[in-house]
């Protein structure tokens, strides 16, 4: 079996516009280019645990529709759709990514790099402006927030 | 939660001086007095942040004419933290999924040069 929790994923917000997700895979840089880009091989690993990916489009070229469905347990589905605007295998691919109203449009930025059969990627993902960023991704709750919601769960729990 | 509700409670945190509000009313209700002191900001001005709040069904307001203590509302932020929670939760689990996918993939790729040597 390999080793599972050797390498971890990390997510950091570098400048006012930026999520960036970093991860590192044991294997070369076209086989985990390909993993990311193709829907030979999106659908098997491609959402969380439970999660069934039941639609892939990628028209990996520029200007080509991508457009990717998952349905979960329990719950709604999810869509994203894009257009790719830059695509250099195995190393980079640029396009857009909306999840629909009300999230803002964002431009996606895959970046892979390989040091000794080792793959690093590098997904950027880029919001119009800081609002759009902390709206999606709530970091800018960090600050004023963190109080609150250790609260909201006291509360929360009180509800229940 | 209706889209349109969700888009209202995005606009509403965009607001650092709404986000603080939010945090000041985890700890208890508070009048618009209570809340201007703080975040040395006019009355007016604190009541029309707590209007964008009210329409986001951030905060609710008592019927007390005179003081109208605000109160946090749960939901929507509750969606809001969920869904915050998810991303990461998605790149998490795809991750792993995707080292024994790929651990696979290489073990596929051995298996067919070793019978093509």
Redesign the interface.
């Known amino acids: 079996m ?1 080793a ?1 929790n050797k ?1 971890a ?1 990390t ?1 950091t917000t570098p400048s006012d516009t930026d999520v960036v ?1 970093t ?1 590192v ?3 070369p840089r076209k ?2 280019f390909e ?1 990311h880009t193709s829907c030979k ?1 999106m659908p ?6 439970g999660w069934t990916m039941s639609e892939c489009r990628n028209d990996l070229r520029p200007g080509g529709e991508i457009r990717y469905t998952w349905s979960k347990p329990g719950g709604n589905g999810i869509t994203i759709t894009g257009v790719n605007k830059e695509v250099v295998p195995p190393s980079r691919v640029v396009s857009t990514e909306s999840w ?3 999230w803002p449009v964002a431009t996606n930025i895959l970046e892979l790099t390989e040091v000794d059969g080792q793959t690093t990627v590098v997904m950027t993902i880029r919001y119009p402006s800081k ?1 759009a960023r ?5 970091t ?2 960090k ?3 963190t ?3 250790e ?2 769960d006291e ?2 729990g009180t ?1 229940s | 939660m209706e889209p349109d509700q969700l888009s209202l409670t995005f606009a509403a945190l965009a607001d650092p001086t709404r986000r603080a509000i939010l945090a000041r009313l985890a700890s208890g209700e508070a009048t618009v007095k209570e809340l201007s002191e703080p975040f040395d900001m006019s009355g007016p001005a604190v009541s029309k942040h707590l209007r964008v709040l009210e329409r986001a069904g951030l905060i609710a307001r008592g019927r007390d004419a005179q003081w109208r203590p605000c109160r946090l509302e749960a939901a929507p932020l509750k969606e809001v933290a969920e869904w915050a929670s998810d991303f990461r939760q998605f790149w998490d689990e795809s991750h792993k999924r995707l080292d024994f996918y790929l651990a696979q993939l290489n073990a596929k790729e051995r298996r067919k040069n070793a019978r093509h040597k």
């Open positions: 390999p599972t390498h994923t997510f997700v991860r895979f044991d294997a086989l985990v993993a091989h098997n690993w491609m959402g969380p645990y629909g109203d009300p609002e902390d709206a999606a991704l709530q800018g709750m600050d004023g927030m109080v609150g919601y609260r909201l509360y929360l509800l």
